[in-house]
């Protein structure tokens, strides 16, 4: 014989988990998204403002490539992030070469944007580690970002 009473509580927690699955999904599609490509510029403490691009994959993945040192010398930047709300947070990772082509450590770049409300803007700051090879740090360096998203043009 089928109890009624817990037949009843199972489909009760079936139907909460339902609508709490589909509010978050609603509150998702609201939430304008930083998945993209972005132009971004990052403005060093009392210091250069540097141009970077950064593109934010769907489930997690980040690449980045700046100007900061010139290309031979420093690795594209690959990191994850997430988001709560339009709070982003995110870590990223380059390997570092001298002049000569010989790896000298890493940078670690960890960064806090905030999506503006139409989803076409971020601003934030970050922190730029620089290590050795053996992992000890050699120098941190503040800075702010702006990220204008890159859409599509038509021709």
Known sequence: MINTKRLRLVALFIGLLSISTLAQTSENHNSPSIE???SASVTIDQGPT??????????????????LFPPSQVSPGHGNWSAKRRTISNTIVKLNFDPQGQFVGTIK???????????????????AEIFDPQGNLLVAINYTTHGRRIGVQQL
């Open 50 to 67: 540097i141009l970077a691009l950064v593109t934010y994959g769907a489930g997690g993945g980040l690449t980045e490539s700046d100007i």
């Open 36 to 38: 993209g490509s972005w």
């Open 109 to 127: 770049v960890r960064e806090q944007v905030v999506l503006s409300h139409d989803g076409s803007e971020y601003t934030g700051r970050g922190k």
